[in-house]
């Protein structure tokens, strides 16, 4: 790829981060259908969505974030990832949210899914604790009835076997504390990657980091990020400092990826943050004085083993890292989902194919490449260009009566929409897109998620709330039709 900066070898092949708002997915999706989306089960409407490469989970935190502001609906997320080292960040994630609060704290959570979601060094004892959360998750893969027990809302089933003893592998290296530092030299490899995206500018890197800080971030609508937070990310890694800047020397291993690597904006961030886990937080749960949350009866040794605690209105399930293009060859999957999101970096994906799967009616949104700053904007006009094509071809048509966006792309299914993928090979697999992975030079997680530039807090001033060019506001609920 060719940009303003260079040839952009410095890029990667892994997104940590999304490159859009958060959105509250009940919004995006069409109204309830009471004849076709009820659980028979629990008499409730059910909504299916289909995520492509959404990989931080900043869309399905917002919508159960929502949730009580709509009428009672339960939710299954099928998210499908590139790599298993972001699945196995969603579950992470997920383990945090549904942490019982009377063992962690509101603020303490918030601080430490900042930390592991957005930098390079954590403090010790964040590193203590994704250790210990990842030998769990480590025990728990590979034995599907604990899992079921002890996490409800995860589902692991569709994976395939050699990728659940990858997914394990992923967990085993978290929770290692074998060779320290060594066994992955964080700052080393930051640095290593920097010097890769600037080149020759690299001795420059300050006035480099201003020119892009104003040129660019604040050019597409993220005003609200400081230089000093700018600065001090792209040199170490660390967007959100939160403690003394000495405390920050362990290495983050969730961000190790098989293919390698006033009011400021932290500030803002660690705001929404919590009012997000705050309004987690109110799902009804056992209280501790009730029922101890960690202990149920175990094994026929007797030993004692975590209890399930936290939501059942909701259950993500995990799917092969391959399969878009061969889910509608199975009747659970055709025509299932009411609601499809494609991020920009799996675009490539989106085929009749992955159309079959979603139900007449139904949805799609796709991210685009607005906050690939890099971009000159005849390639973000081409890119958006592509974006039509491609939903055109999967048997969708632009939503009539939708905002204008740069950010996302909206359509709709017509009820009479039947691509034609009879003659495709069902083990095709499409050609590797060109990498759209944001370098760290561009995207900084002050300003690539949970910030103006894509935030998993800040709402989508697109999605519920009326269109405004303030990225900046904090958290609020949107308020739902009639």
């Known amino acids: 790829m060719t940009t303003p900066a260079g ?39 059910q909504l299916d969505v289909l995520l492509l490469g959404s990989v931080d989970g900043r869309h399905l935190l917002r919508t159960l974030a929502c949730a009580k502001l709509w009428s009672p609906r339960r939710f299954r997320f099928y998210v499908l990832e590139s790599n298993l080292e972001a699945v196995a960040r ?19 959570r918030s601080e430490t899914f900042l930390e592991v979601w957005g930098n390079a060094l954590l403090r010790p ?30 589902s692991l089933g569709a994976l395939k076997f ?12 978290w929770a290692s504390e074998e060779k320290g530092p060594a066994a992955f030299p964080m700052s080393r490899l930051w640095d290593s990657r920097l010097r890769h995206y600037l080149g020759s500018r690299y001795d420059a890197r300050r006035g480099v980091s201003d020119w892009d800080l104003h040129m660019k971030l604040h050019d597409r609508g993220a ?37 390698l690597l006033n009011h400021n904006a932290g500030e803002i961030t660690q705001h929404n943050v919590t009012e997000l886990f705050r309004a987690l937080t109110a799902w009804e749960r056992p209280r501790a004085s009730e029922v101890d949350p960690m202990e149920v009866p175990g094994e026929e040794d007797g030993t004692r083993e975590r209890a399930a605690a936290g939501p059942e209105f909701f259950t993500v399930h995990f799917l092969p890292l391959h399969s ?33 799967c979603v139900a007449p009616g139904g949805h799609l949104i796709v991210e685009l ?34 905002r204008p966006s740069e950010t996302f792309a909206r359509f709709y299914k017509s009820r009479n929409s039947a691509p034609d993928c009879t003659n495709l090979v069902e083990e ?55």
């Open 7 to 45: 040839s952009g070898a410095g890029f990667g092949s892994v997104s940590w981060w999304g490159l859009s708002p958060a959105l509250d997915l009940q919004a995006e999706s069409p109204p309830v259908d009471p004849d076709s989306q009820t659980d028979a089960e629990h008499e409730t409407p």
């Open 90 to 108: 969603h579950m992470l994630i997920f383990s945090l949210v549904v942490e019982d609060p009377e063992k962690m704290g509101l603020q303490e």
């Open 125 to 154: 004892p964040v590193a203590a604790f994704v250790r210990a959360q990842a030998n769990h998750l480590a025990q728990l893969v590979p034995e599907p009835d604990r899992l079921a027990k002890q996490l409800p809302w995860i």
């Open 162 to 173: 050699h990728e659940r003893d990858a997914l394990e592998a992923v967990f085993r290296f």
């Open 223 to 259: 005003r609200v990020i400081h230089i000093r937070e700018f600065r001090r990310w792209r040199d170490t890694g660390v967007a959100f400092e939160l403690r003394d800047s000495s405390a920050y020397h362990v290495p983050n291993r969730t961000l190790a990826s098989g293919r």
């Open 324 to 356: 878009s293009q061969t889910l509608h060859h199975k009747t659970c999957y055709k025509e299932q989902f009411q609601l499809l999101y494609v991020a920009c970096g799996m675009v490539h994906l989106l085929s009749p194919e992955l159309g079959a």
């Open 369 to 402: 490449a607005r906050y690939l700053v890099d971009l000159r904007q005849e390639q973000l006009q081409a890119f958006t260009a592509r974006v039509r094509e491609l939903a055109q071809a999967a048997g969708f048509a632009p939503q009539p009566g939708a």
């Open 428 to 482: 095709s697999r499409p050609p590797t897109p060109e990498v759209l992975a944001p370098p760290p030079g561009l995207l900084a997680p002050a300003s690539g998620v949970l910030v103006p530039a894509s935030g998993v807090l800040v709402p989508s001033h697109e999605a519920t709330n009326p269109p405004s060019e303030d990225l900046t506001q904090p958290l609020q609920g949107g308020t739902p039709p009639p």
